[in-house]
């Protein structure tokens, strides 16, 4: 078995043409010495558009199945699959294990180091108290972030994780993200990343797990958001000016962090292998798209008179809801398929998969909805639609089914001259531990 240890890090989406354009520019130190040294390489998804979503190959890459094999098409639903996942089958080979936030992975494990879950999937979380206060915190943080009420306990837990994980030497990094938070909202999601990688940090050194896993979304979230004020983009579409200073370009922001936290980990860990994977990749999105989410969910189903049933948020737009009596499924489904915004009877609200016991909704709406807007649903007319919504954010990127992987094990021929499937990374990582 290979002594040293195996690190993965997962930026979520991120796309290296963009990298390599911002290199060129003077930026990004880390990731230039990464690609000069050990190149990298493109990895190839599925060919049907709708299952180019990080949360099935982010599946994929962890149980080394294509979409066809595993199955698993929405964020969550890992929790209902048998298959083993990587941690699983090296943690049955003797390996030590560790995770935090894997996209829609489940803890299934007989002891692993630590595993913090992802804010979306409902599974438990391994480690000490501080470890356990951050996840609870970040799951409530990020679902309850578009509406602004984040309740006093949760901040308290986090504030007292993030004491607990602390690094000194990124203080100034934290209080810069905290102080201009509020007018530069996507900084939230760089705090949110740096506080993920020092407790990362603190859990590995003090587990010493041979193989680990640390995903990172902000990467992923502003580029979604955000793509039209980078430098790289030279297209026509612009964001506007309520949304975004012409200026700013988030997308350097958090490529600089991801820098930061490449050269940290590369510091902290000098003997452990690292491979970097992004799962996709975007492009340019070329229309202008909102991106809406319920408020409050709960509350939503009460003024559509939906009872019996549990309600869980899922990431930006979407969310799943399980009715007490599975007889109900095909109303519910038909009261959202139904829902219209009055003066646009032809064009949804809502779209709705019925899985037979639940029901998994996404808020479509992809226009603006003001303080006029009202919707009817169920027989009811909410007329203060908008109240029910927080805005999320512009379309700026969508999804490329090609993603990039950078392994410290590969010499730069070898990782410049290839695209493999992103499954044959799974293989990759038992192969280190043979």
Known sequence: MNKSNLIVLELNEITFPWIKQYIKLGYLPEFARLIDNYGVCQTSSEDEYENWEPWIQWVSMHTGKTFSQHGVFRLGDMKNSDIEQIWNLLENKG??????????????LKAPKFFLP???????TTGNYPSQLLSSAVKLLVNQNVSGN??????????LAFLYFLKLKNIKTYFNYLLSSKKFTWRKALFLDRILVDCFISLQKKGNPQFSTLFLNSGAHIQHHY????????????????????????????YKLYDTIISDIRREFPDARLMIATGLSQDFYPYNTFYWRLIDHSGFMQ???????????????????????????????????N???????NKSVFTVDNRGDSLFVSLVWSDDITEDTAISINGSLIADFRSCVGFVAVKNGHHNPIGYFLDTAENKTEGNNKSIPITEIFNKILNHFE
């Open 95 to 108: 390996v030590d294990v560790g995770a935090i936030c894997p996209m829609n992975a489940i803890n299934n």
């Open 118 to 124: 992802d804010p979306w999937t409902d599974t438990p």
């Open 227 to 254: 793509l039209y004020n980078s430098i790289c983009y030279d297209g026509q579409q612009r964001n506007p000016s309520w949304y975004i200073e012409k200026s700013e370009d988030p997308v350097l922001e958090v």
């Open 150 to 159: 984040v309740n006093a306990s949760t901040l308290i837990s986090f504030g």
């Open 339 to 345: 829902c219209r915004i009055l003066g646009y009877p």
């Open 303 to 337: 003024k559509a008179k939906i009872e019996n049933c549990r309600v869980e948020p899922r990431m930006s737009r979407d969310f799943a809801i399980f009715p007490k009596n599975i007889d109900d499924t095909n109303k519910i489904e038909n009261v959202f398929s």
